[in-house]
């Protein structure tokens, strides 16, 4: 037999061999690729509350000849603001100055410049049921500019992670569902992911919160919501 001949004989040896080997371990003769069943859903959850603590800017504007005028005249308005907001109960750490401004006025032709425009504004935040009075005592001391309220629960979080428990059960009954329906048998949580941040408040149905001085102040009831996605393992 010649060489070719020989290689010829070996190499259908070899494919014999690698044949027989591959009938015996199947897993040696052809990749195994394993199916899974998985069920992903979204759940949503809902939390009310009651507003407790509300949110002002408080501002003032002044206005003087010159530049240094204005400023000096409106800090000393705006200080006035500030220690009118602390008697009325307000704590240093609840208010915040959130804006200084100073802008020349002009005469009507744009020409020359005639006087200044110093402004100065504070956010305050206050226990709802005092708002009525920390406005009112905000306006008497000289604050010509009012903007509010923003109205927020002090245990937000809290009722947030409560929210978020809702949709995780919420998310867990409709995966349930999905496996009954398709004759599957639900299985563990493999993954769980939070569906996004927190939706912005919404208020409904007047909840009286009025202050015996100032403006009235209605709390209404906020809408906490939170969802999450979730994907579990059936079969």
């Known amino acids: ?26 897993h040696l003769g052809r990749s195994a690729t394993p199916s899974a069943t998985a069920i992903t859903v979204t759940g949503n959850g809902t939390v009310h509350a009651t507003p407790d603590r509300a949110s002002f800017d408080f501002g003032v504007q ?5 530049a240094a005028g204005a400023l000096s005249k409106n800090a000393q308005q705006a200080r006035r603001i500030v220690d009118a907001l602390k008697r009325a ?89 999905i496996a009954d329906a398709s004759g599957l048998t639900l299985g563990a949580m ?6 996004g941040s927190e939706a912005n408040p919404i208020f409904y149905g007047p909840v009286a919160a009025r202050a015996e001085a100032g403006p009235p102040i209605e709390a209404g009831t906020q809408q906490i919501q939170a969802s999450v996605t979730v994907t579990y393992s059936a079969g």
Do not use: C
Not at 62 to 66: F, G, L
Not at 190 to 195: I, N, P, Q, S, W
């Open 1 to 26: 037999m010649n060489r070719l001949g020989k290689i010829t004989l070996v190499a259908a040896a070899l494919f014999v061999a690698a044949a027989i080997a591959g009938v015996a371990q199947p």
């Open 62 to 66: 002044t206005q003087a000849s010159t």
């Open 89 to 177: 109960g307000i704590g240093a750490s609840d208010i915040q100055t959130t804006d200084v401004s100073l802008w020349p006025q002009t005469s009507h032709n744009g020409n020359r410049i005639v006087g200044y425009t110093a402004s100065n504004s504070v956010n305050v935040t206050a226990p709802l049921a005092k708002s009525g009075d920390v406005v009112d005592s905000a306006v008497r001391a000289g604050a010509n500019n009012v903007s509010g309220p923003s109205l927020d629960t002090s245990d937000r979080d809290a009722l947030y992670a409560e929210a978020l428990k809702q949709a995780v059960a919420g998310a867990k009954t409709k995966a349930q569902a």
């Open 190 to 195: 493999v993954k769980v992911r939070e569906g």
